[in-house]
């Protein structure tokens, strides 16, 4: 019975595996109990007959042909599926005539990431990339083996640095015979990173820059005018007025802030003197504008003396003990400009 139901098996319908071996080499010996596979990943180029059936008894696995290519599947019918078991003597008790088995051969997928680090090895041979950031614009994701630790290589790379556009030929290292898988032509944009300031939120127009507000963002690799390049620290930015509404990530450029004025003229402030293990204050009012940082003159209320101190993000003016105190009355605060009007202001508390 199973020789006849093999032969109309052969007779009906083209089996790849049972052409690559010898048809008429039947296993002899009793038959084993055996169930179909139920995962149709293959591991490696070749496929076995332990890859179709389990429960084989020890001796029983055969080489059965070439693995499809990787991520690539094959279909094995129920009529090629009677012949495997009555070939090799597999008593697979479930056998139909409609059973199917998928085969997958197991692979790994080359995207933009495999491609851009193939791209940076080229510019960096020893491995140090990090100063150059790759946008791809052009590539084709590929499936190789798992195993397969070199499976492309880059060459003919042509970068036009002042443009920063690139192309590449990318190639199999183990050529398919398909001309359209086995060569990929690469283009995208090369760009040298640096570390800039950059927005840590979005804030709208006239918010007062916070601790907090800025960060450092190492690998940009947009242009930066050359403005940006010439602005002073975060810290010395801080207390600033944003000119403009700005998004988390956008570049901080000059243009973007102005100095936000955090005490005006005749304003009432508090004068602070410290000193290590010391905090003077004295109720004073601002002789002219001030922003966060900035140097203004203003009156000590209590003693009529103008002392010259800083402005900080809190709006206090900060002095120190090189500052030297003047009368309001005196040849230098008329010689400095100071309003009359402001400082009789001062009088009222």
């Avoid at 279909?75 to 409609?98: K, M, N, P």
Wanted: neutral net charge; charged residues 20%.
């Amino acid at each position: 019975m199973r020789l006849r139901r093999l032969k109309e098996g052969l007779d009906s319908i083209y089996v790849p595996f049972v052409r690559v071996l010898c048809i008429g080499c039947f296993a002899m010996g009793p038959l084993q109990a055996a169930t179909l596979q139920s995962s149709g990943t293959v591991k490696g180029g070749k496929v076995y007959l332990s890859d179709v059936f389990e429960g084989l008894r020890s001796g029983q696995d055969k080489l059965l042909g070439p693995a499809p290519p990787p991520g690539k599947s094959i279909t094995i019918g129920g009529a090629q599926l009677i012949a495997l078991a009555d070939q090799y003597g597999v008593d697979w008790d479930d056998q139909s005539s409609t059973a199917t088995l998928v085969l997958t051969s197991a692979g790994r997928l080359l995207g933009r990431d495999y491609y851009t680090n193939l791209i940076k090895k080229m510019l960096v041979p020893e491995g140090n990339a990090a100063g150059y950031a790759v946008e791809l614009t052009n590539f084709t994701p590929v499936t190789v083996g798992p195993e397969d630790e070199d499976p492309m290589t880059v060459s003919n790379l042509d970068w036009d640095r002042k443009t920063g556009k690139f192309s590449a030929m990318a190639a199999l290292t183990h050529p398919s015979g398909n001309p359209n898988m086995d060569n990929i032509m690469l283009r995208g944009v090369i760009r040298p990173v640096q570390p800039v300031v950059v927005y840590s939120h979005t804030m709208p127009v006239g918010h007062i820059i916070e601790q907090g507000d800025m960060r450092v963002d190492q690998s940009y690799s947009g242009p930066v005018p050359p403005l940006t390049r010439a602005l002073p620290g975060i810290d010395s930015m801080e207390g600033m007025a944003l000119a403009r509404t700005v998004a988390e990530g956008q570049l901080v450029q000059g243009s973007d802030l102005r100095r936000a004025v955090l005490v005006h003229q005749g304003d009432p402030v508090l004068i602070v003197y410290k000193a290590p293990g010391l905090r003077l204050t004295a109720t004073g009012r601002a002789l002219e504008d001030g922003g966060s940082g900035q140097f203004v003159h203003a009156l000590n209320v209590g003693n009529r003396m103008i002392l010259t101190g800083k402005v900080t993000a809190g709006g206090e003016v900060r002095v120190d003990a090189a500052s030297n105190a003047i009368a309001m009355d005196s040849k230098e605060a008329r010689r400095l400009g100071i309003s009359s009007t402001v400082i009789k202001a001062g009088d009222k508390p």
